[in-house]
């Protein structure tokens, strides 16, 4: 087991996305041997990139709006919702509010054989 604050883990800016921030609080970089659990920060203004991927992702809104962009449109966030991801749908999130936008997202490790299988 592994006990230890967020605070502890070091904030990475996401380099081609200003005012994104992200920290790995439980991946494939160490202890985490099927799900990564990452902490996204979205300044006022800025977005994640526009991405689909081949493994499914849950994203949990923390604080601060935004909305979740989709193939089906863009989607209304705030905190306390919860957002499902499919296997590849193109997708991407925008903090529309004053504060920051803080969500957690749950990943399967794309390494890992079962991701690899789907």
């Known amino acids: ?29 160490g202890e985490g041997p099927g799900f990564a659990l990452r902490l996204y920060e979205v300044g006022p203004g800025a977005a994640t990139t526009d991405q689909s991927h081949y ?28 957002v499902y991801v499919p296997a590849k749908e193109s997708h991407s999130f925008a903090n529309t509010g004053d504060d920051v936008l ?4 749950v990943l399967p490790i794309p390494q890992h054989a079962s991701v690899l299988d789907k």
Do not use: C, Q
């Open 1 to 29: 087991m592994i006990v230890r604050n967020y605070r502890e883990v070091r904030a990475a800016p996401i380099v081609e996305v200003p005012g994104v921030t992200v920290r790995w609080l439980v991946s494939e970089l």
């Open 102 to 105: 803080r969500f957690l997202m």
């Open 55 to 82: 493994w499914e992702h849950e994203v949990f809104v923390l604080s601060g709006k935004g909305v979740a962009v989709g193939e089906d449109g863009e989607f209304p966030l705030s905190e306390g919702d919860v």
